[in-house]
């Protein structure tokens, strides 16, 4: 644990009946994107207002840079930002004021905060917007003020909450790319989603988090590992289906499954060559269309953990909404 820059131990949080995190044990290493990805209320937020010292864990330990959130909580606030997800902005002020309130609460002192936040509207591509009322901004703008309010204090360790959903791909890459330049400055971000994508992106480390507790750990790679590859074959006619199955089960040592003209092998521990493949369906007398070797994405592996599937809706943009 001597790299970790945060770790959590048996963290239980009950609200009356509710269980939202169940003997939660993480471990975050320094300097990294660790992404902490489950669906809608896994207990993501949760865990990151315990991490912030905005709420008690019901038991068991969160440790901070050293800080335990319980016992030294105002010192766990000196290390830590906070991007979180339901902060709102006021529409009647514009950017820059509005993180001089953000600083103001961050006891920055008037002259700091200014400087401070300067600096980060130029760093993020914002400046330019700085002095126009948030009533006007889009919403990845939004985003990238909520971004620069948990980096006023320069901490150690951000927590992003769903810095991306709802928002359009453009804006969703944007932030994309101001996260990796703070890991590249020297920053670590504890990052919850809920889109597979945005950990393949940025996280080198993941946790899957479902009900309260952590069901998977790794790299998105070893996590993708552990479910092998995926054969994926289109026949041309449905006569060829039950040949070209037989002959895959018998490749794959898997049972195959197909929707119609198309076959599935999925969680292949030991793939054949795609060579081998296509000759034995050739000598299985199938007409194939289309055939093809798949790495699994990350749903892949939450579906074989969870049972269930993790697709949120599309992201959109709500004109309007607030974070
Ligand atoms: N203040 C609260 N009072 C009562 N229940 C709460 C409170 N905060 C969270 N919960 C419950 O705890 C569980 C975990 O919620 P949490 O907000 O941590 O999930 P999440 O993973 O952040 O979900 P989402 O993706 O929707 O943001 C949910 O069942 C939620 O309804
Ligand atoms: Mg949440």
């Known amino acids: 644990m001597e790299d970790a820059i945060m770790y959590t131990e048996d963290v239980r949080k009950q609200f009356g009946d509710v269980v939202a995190l169940d003997g939660l044990d993480l471990v975050v290493p320094s300097h ?10 896994a207990g993501k937020s949760t865990i990151m207002r315990i991490l912030a010292t905005l709420t008690r864990p019901s038991s068991g330990r969160a440790v901070v840079a050293g800080f335990d959130v319980a016992r030294d909580p105002a ?10 997800q339901d902060a709102s902005l006021d529409d009647e002020l514009t950017g820059r004021e509005n993180l001089l309130i953000f600083g103001r609460l961050s006891r920055l ?26 009533g006007t901004y889009s919403h990845g703008m939004r985003r990238r003020i909520h ?5 006023l204090r320069a901490p150690a360790v951000l927590l ?20 990796r330049q703070l890991v590249d400055d020297g920053t670590t971000v504890l990052l919850a989603t809920q889109y597979l994508e945005e950990v393949e ?19 998105p790679a070893q996590l993708k590992a552990q479910l092998g590859r995926h054969v994926d074959v289109v026949v041309e006619s ?42 034995e369906l ?18 892949d592996v939450f579906l074989t953990l969870t049972g269930r599937n993790i697709k949120p809706a599309e992201p959109v943009e709500t004109p309007g909404a607030v974070w």
């Not at 990294?32 to 209320?41: E, I, N, Q």
């Not at 992106?201 to 790299?219: F, K, M, P, T, Y």
């Open 32 to 41: 990294t994107v660790y992404g902490l990805l489950g669906p809608k209320g």
């Open 238 to 279: 449905m006569d060829h289906l039950p040949s070209a199955m037989a002959r895959l089960e018998r490749l794959t040592g898997r049972c195959p499954e197909t929707d119609g003209s198309r076959i599935v092998v999925s969680a292949v521990e030991r793939m054949p060559t795609l060579p081998l493949i296509v000759s």
């Open 147 to 151: 971004l620069i309010a948990g980096l």
């Open 201 to 219: 992106r940025l996280a080198s480390a993941v946790g899957v988090i479902d009900q309260g507790q952590l069901i998977a750990e790794g790299s």
């Open 109 to 134: 002192g008037a002259r700091g905060a200014r400087r401070r936040a300067d600096e980060l509207l130029e760093r993020f591509g914002i400046a330019h917007a700085g002095n126009r009322l948030v």
């Open 282 to 299: 050739d000598a299985s007398g199938a007409v194939i269309r289309n055939v093809g070797i798949r790495e699994p994405g990350l749903d």
């Open 160 to 179: 992003l909450d769903e810095p991306t959903t709802g928002l359009d791909a453009h804006s969703r890459v944007e932030i994309w790319e101001s996260v």
């Open 75 to 84: 010192d766990v606030r000196q290390v830590i930002g906070l991007a979180g």
